[in-house]
């Protein structure tokens, strides 16, 4: 008889900026590794965008893991809900993955998942995680249980650097969410995730050698870094992992771009949650009008102070949407010639491999850096929430694809123009596009065949299949 496929699982906590790279993973190793991939999805219940996704054919077995209506108080953040939707689905996660058939011989979890690998190790399969971030956020993570106390209430109190081995210091202005909270808790549970994910079989991470050698570097080359501090967890690069544009997608705003000539759009987009406040939406506005450039701008209606507001109802929009309540007064008459505002969503993927765009203002979500790279478009950074600060840092200091917008307090329209106008016209923003283009090529070198970043994901995939052998071997006398 025909021996059955080695069998992973993988497990998505909420949110599409982990839903889509952990397809692509899920399809990948299928598609190109000989495995059988089965993925667990932690959804967020309300989001259209996440159904939406979840609905396309894929190589991969999606099974949506039953949701928990959350208990929490309705103010809590969004790190603590998904904290306890996930919390929730570990005992359906256990069930489906004891009751599957073949015995998957691995698990693969992402950050909010990094609880589960104690799952993986209970049923003996090995656990991997998959950070969908860049590698310098991931020394941050692994290199974090071996910094004394001193050093890391000095960045979070005193506002000093932290040094991480081997790897450019972060500068607290770029810090991660959680440490500059100032709240112990929060970073504590940054501390309880970093020593678990210590403990992992191996840890997948989406960038590629060309991106971040240095970084790269001090992950994996054992025993080159001093006073002990020296990662034992294998690391495997396998980025860019990004999702595939649709050849033949319907959408206005692609029609809408079929009308502008080559290279003259700017895309202007903060991710799944991102939201602004009343007042910097006003400055956007009138930041993008004054810098004269075409646009496309997906817009969301005005948050307060959170800068996350759409993370669980990505994609979701009513009529009462409509932008212009909350725009400039004339403002959509005025571009109705240069500009498109798409509420809510787009499809961003399309947006980006359009031949009329050019540049892209973004967030800095990890996904929507690497898209930007891939379609060999040069970005303004933008960074909210999360790790986007360090995105930022990378995108425009370490590998010079984007110029920086300073996010501290409302961004003026000034500095809003100022910026699109240098990618979009200036010598400086000809110089970042062919940097980005280079970028490019070097990205999708690294995921075909031969490449890095494809034979990191071998090296991966085969070390399940070698387990699966030995545990077949041990079990079947
Ligand atoms: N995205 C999209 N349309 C939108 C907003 C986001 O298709 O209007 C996709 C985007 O292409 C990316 C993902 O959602 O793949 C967002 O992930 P990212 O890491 O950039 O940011 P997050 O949403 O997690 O902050």
């Known amino acids: 008889v025909e021996e059955s496929k080695t069998h992973v699982a993988l497990l998505v906590s909420p949110g599409m900026g982990h839903l889509i790279p952990f397809l692509e993973l899920a ?3 299928v598609l190109h590794h000989n495995l059988q991939a089965t993925l667990f999805v932690v959804g967020t219940g309300s989001s259209t965008a996440e159904s939406t996704l979840l609905q396309k054919p894929t190589a991969a077995n999606i099974v949506p893991l039953p ?19 996930m919390t929730a689905s570990f005992p359906h996660l256990r069930f489906s993955i004891a009751a599957a058939k073949p015995r998957p011989a691995a698990l693969i979890v992402d950050l909010f998942g990094t609880e589960a690998l104690s799952i993986a190790r209970e049923l003996g399969m090995l656990g991997f995680e998959f950070i969908t971030s860049n590698a310098w956020f991931l020394s941050l993570s692994l290199f974090y249980p071996s910094m004394d106390r001193p050093t890391i209430d000095g960045h979070v109190y005193n506002h000093e ?33 970093a020593r678990e994910l210590g403990r992992a079989d191996g840890i997948l991470t989406n960038t590629w050698q060309d ?25 495997y690069p396998i980025g ?10 319907e959408s206005d705003v692609l029609k809408w771009l079929d009308r502008q000539p080559d290279e003259s759009v700017i895309y202007v987009s903060f991710g799944s ?11 956007l506005a009138w930041g993008l009008e004054l810098s004269q450039q075409r646009f496309v701008w997906v817009i969301r209606p005005p948050s307060g102070t959170d800068s996350v507001g759409a993370f669980f109802t990505a994609g979701t929009g009513s009529a009462d949407d409509s932008p212009p309540h909350y725009l400039p007064e004339g403002f959509i008459e005025r571009t109705k010639e ?21 540049g892209f203002v973004t967030h800095c979500g990890w996904n929507s850096s690497l898209e930007g790279i891939v ?19 990378v995108l425009t200091e370490e590998v010079g694809v984007a110029v920086r917008i300073r996010t501290e307090g409302v961004v003026g329209r000034e500095e809003i123009e100022r910026k699109v106008r240098k990618i979009m016209e200036g010598e400086e923003g000809r110089e970042i596009r062919e940097r980005v283009k280079g970028l490019k090529i070097s990205g999708e070198t690294g995921v075909s065949k031969g490449g890095s970043s494809y034979d990191s994901m071998a090296l991966m995939a085969s070390e399940c299949h070698i387990f699966r052998r030995q545990r077949d071997e041990r079990t079947d006398f």
């Not at 949650?273 to 400055?283: H, K, V, Y």
């Not at 379609?375 to 840092?393: F, I």
């Open 27 to 29: 399809n990948r190793l």
């Open 67 to 85: 949701h928990s209506s959350s208990t929490l108080h309705p103010n809590a953040s969004y790190i603590d809900i998904i904290k306890a939707l």
């Open 161 to 193: 650097p932290l040094k991480i081995p081997g790897c450019t210091p972060l500068r607290f202005e770029d810090t991660i969410e959680v440490f500059q909270l100032n709240q112990q808790d929060a970073y504590e549970g940054f501390g309880g995730f």
């Open 211 to 235: 991106l971040e050698p240095t970084t790269l570097k001090a992950l994996t080359e054992v025993g080159t870094l001093s006073k002990g501090k020296v990662n034992q967890v294998p690391i």
């Open 240 to 249: 860019p992992l990004t999702r595939q544009s649709e050849p033949n997608l």
């Open 273 to 283: 949650g991102g939201t602004l406040c009343a007042e910097q939406i006003t400055e």
């Open 338 to 358: 240069v500009g498109l505002v798409v509420p809510m969503w787009a499809p961003q993927a399309e947006i980006l491999s359009h031949r009329s765009v050019m």
């Open 375 to 393: 379609n060999g478009v040069a970005m303004v950074t933008w960074p909210l929430y999360a790790e986007q600060k360090m995105n930022a840092t």
